[in-house]
């Protein structure tokens, strides 16, 4: 069965400084997709960025962007210039390439951001 | 931007009760998933749904929970007879079609808050 993995429970990183989300996650299929989620206090849960497998290159999505390492089933999150409203808990999730769209997203535990002024 | 809608924001049953939460997904989509989060814990799928059919369920989806689509729009999770531990947020998510192995995401609405008293 997948896992995903996030060992960081809180993270901290002042306004306009840099700040890396960490993720692995554990899989014998070679065809997936990864996603970070974003989830403020409001509560919904927001598409931040994915990744697909099958891709060398990195995602990047403005201030986002991963550093996908799929040989050490790594996927973690780097965000640029932090901003106060990139306070929230992050989510990474995986899900499985074949199958079609039906697919579950599995998620990891989440880490808490916070951002100082 | 199309949004998945959810209702009611918050919902509160006795214990016993039966409960429907609604949801709207995006018009064009046609895969649609439910996921639940007990406070402080991580989001773990639900179901999955496709052509009027249950495409996946996990362990959590047992007897007492029921989906449907009623009509065209919307988009029902049923729990017969709910219990304590029932009380979480639910998510309603939906993905556009995309063809065998094509990773669209799924975008959540905003969340039901159940609590069961």
């Known amino acids: 069965a997948q896992t995903v993995t996030q060992s960081q429970p809180e993270m901290s990183v002042q306004e306009a400084e840099t700040v890396t989300l960490s993720c692995t996650y554990d899989t014998s299929e070679s065809d997936y997709y990864l996603f970070w989620y974003k989830q403020p206090p409001s509560r919904q849960m927001i598409l931040v960025i994915r990744q697909e497998a099958y891709k060398q290159q990195n995602a990047t999505e403005n201030r986002f962007s991963v550093n996908f390492q799929k040989a050490a089933k790594s996927f973690s999150l780097k965000i640029s210039d932090s901003q106060l409203g990139d306070a929230a808990m992050y989510f990474c999730a995986y899900r499985r390439g074949y199958g079609g769209a039906t697919n579950k997203l599995i998620f990891g535990t989440g880490t808490l951001l916070a951002v100082q002024p | 931007e199309p949004e998945v809608t959810q209702t009611p924001s918050h919902q509160v049953t006795q214990m016993g009760q039966e409960v429907i939460l609604r949801c709207v997904p995006i018009?064009?989509?046609?895969?649609f998933y439910w996921y639940r989060q007990i406070l402080g814990q991580k989001v773990e799928f639900l179901v999955s749904f496709y052509n009027n059919e249950i495409s996946e369920k996990s362990e959590i989806f047992d007897d007492q929970f029921s989906v449907e689509r009623p009509d065209g729009s919307n988009f029902t999770l049923k729990i017969r007879s709910t219990k304590l531990e029932d009380s979480a947020m639910y998510f309603c998510a939906s993905s556009e079609p995309g063809g065998q192995g094509v990773g669209q995401p799924q975008h959540f609405g905003d969340g039901t808050r159940l609590s069961i008293l």
């Open positions: 018009s064009n989509h046609l895969y």
